[in-house]
């Protein structure tokens, strides 16, 4: 059963401490997106990627957030310094083409404090 | 640039009763239009989608969609609600427009009381 592989789950962490999220997509999905969620925002685009080519990273706070996919099978988003309005769950979500559906991992919980 | 709006935060129903879920996009080219559900500390979960061909599109647990090209609606339908599709439920775009980046509505909460 492919899924969307996020770790971790769960993240707690101080305010300037560097965080690393990882992704596995789901093998053979070309596109890779990196979703933020919180209840004053709803669901932000924060970056995207096909083929391993970053494509839009525009909803990213450049100074600190940075997206990369080292390999077809991973992709990570750090995020350095950490700060507490960063707090939120992170999704990660890969399609197979242009025109398919997303399929979504269980996300990442990140709070920090 | 393309969007998707959600007019209502939230709908509640009694449970046997129809639902709907309403959905508008504004995009220049032609939409692939998705919904999908979202269940209490989970991630997203896909429902079903509308890319070509016919406008009414059926997809899981009952729940079914109709395009309406003129009106720019994507509507979710559910002839007979269940207290368990009581859901945070999001319509999603695509398009060549934008490079196929996939753009979320603010999202819909369904509650059904029995």
């Known amino acids: 059963d492919a899924r969307v592989t996020q770790t971790p789950r769960d993240k707690v962490t101080e305010m300037g401490q560097e965080v690393t999220m990882r992704c596995q997509p789901i093998?053979?999905?070309?596109?890779v997106f990196w979703y933020r969620q919180t209840m004053m925002q709803g669901l932000e685009l924060l970056a995207y990627f096909r083929n391993r080519a970053p494509l839009d990273d525009s909803g990213m706070p450049k100074d600190r957030f940075s997206a990369e996919m080292p390999d077809a099978t991973l992709a990570t988003l750090k995020i350095q310094p950490s700060e507490p309005r960063d707090s939120a769950v992170y999704f990660c979500?890969?399609?197979?083409?242009?025109?398919?559906?997303?399929?979504f991992g269980q996300g990442t919980r990140l709070t920090v404090v | 640039a393309q969007s998707v709006a959600q007019p209502e935060d939230q709908v509640n129903v009694a449970e046997g009763n129809p639902l709907t879920v309403k959905c508008t996009y504004s995009v220049s080219g032609n939409p692939y239009l998705f919904w999908y559900v979202q269940y209490p500390n989970r991630g997203l979960q896909f429902l079903l989608k509308y890319i070509t061909g016919d406008n009414l599109v059926k997809g899981s647990y009952g729940f079914e969609a109709e395009f309406n090209k003129s009106q720019t609606s994507f509507h979710l339908k559910k002839p007979s609600a269940l207290v368990s599709d009581s859901a945070l439920y999001f319509c999603a775009v695509r398009t060549s427009e934008d490079d196929y980046k996939l753009s979320f509505g603010a999202g819909t909460t369904v509650t059904v009381r029995a």
């Open positions: 979500a890969s399609a197979r083409q242009e025109d398919t559906e997303a399929f």
């Open positions: 093998l053979g999905h070309n596109t």
